[in-house]
């Protein structure tokens, strides 16, 4: 099992909803990346964190979705509203700083109807 | 920028056969370079890595050497067996940069 948690493990909604998407990365890593799965694609980056700072999200679509990680420690994903071409896997990464091996979570399907 | 680009599959083969799925990159500067693997509804588990010129990464038999000269990081496995039946991302990482993803090769091994 994954040491990273994720949690729904699936999310099913109407377009135009608001979705969430939670991750408890490994205890004293400092470094968490949310990446978007999109089937029979490799994991592409959404957002990158140092601690509670964002270091890159040039690839979050920020006119929908939004990402915090206020205490450093878990994170939060949101979209809103949800498009159908939202409709993918959500990774969560942790690693214990930016130069260590990541470690991912086992993932949040979401499927936008 | 960077990219990966990995061998189409789905690769079907037999169990004991021999293994090799393809991955040439494109990086500035001098990339680490990994291997992931997925299993059905799960997520990405490290495989193995290797982090400059002529470093060979190993981990469960497999193997993949990190080839500068032909920019290459193929993964090769001697005998596969069914448990192997997975999809498999070759990846690379420059300093303190997310990881770039190759589209992933579904391997498939028929007992």
């Known amino acids: 099992e994954a040491e990273v948690a994720q949690s729904p493990r699936y999310k099913i909604t109407e377009k135009s909803q608001a979705v969430a998407f939670w991750c408890d990365p490994i205890?004293?890593?400092?470094?968490l990346y949310w990446y978007r799965q999109i089937l029979g694609q490799g994991p592409e980056l959404l957002v990158q964190?140092?601690?509670?700072?964002?270091?890159?999200d040039s690839q979050l679509p920020k006119d929908r979705f939004s990402a915090e990680r206020l205490k450093g420690v878990d994170s939060t994903l949101k979209i809103q509203p949800a498009e159908l071409g939202d409709s993918a896997m959500y990774l969560c990464?942790?690693?214990?700083?930016?130069?260590?091996?990541?470690?991912f979570g086992d993932g949040t399907r979401l499927s936008i109807l | 920028g960077d990219s990966v680009t990995q061998m189409e599959g789905p690769v079907t083969l037999s169990e004991e056969a021999f293994l090799t799925i393809n991955c040439t990159y494109t990086?500035?500067?001098?990339?680490?370079l990994f291997w992931y693997v997925q299993y059905p509804g799960e997520g990405l588990q490290l495989l193995l890595k290797?982090?400059?010129?002529?470093d060979k990464g190993s981990n469960k038999g497999f193997e993949a050497t990190y080839r500068k000269e032909t920019t290459s990081f193929h993964l090769e496995k001697g005998s596969v067996q069914v448990s192997d039946s997975a999809v498999y991302f070759c990846?690379?990482?420059?300093?303190?940069?997310?990881?770039?993803f190759g589209s992933g090769t579904r391997l498939q091994v028929q007992p």
């Open positions: 990846a690379l990482g420059t300093g303190r940069r997310a990881l770039t």
């Open positions: 990086a500035t500067g001098y990339p680490s």
């Open positions: 205890s004293g890593h400092a470094t």
């Open positions: 290797a982090t400059k010129a002529d």
């Open positions: 964190f140092q601690d509670e700072s964002v270091v890159d």
């Open positions: 990464a942790s690693s214990l700083n930016s130069r260590k091996p990541q470690h």
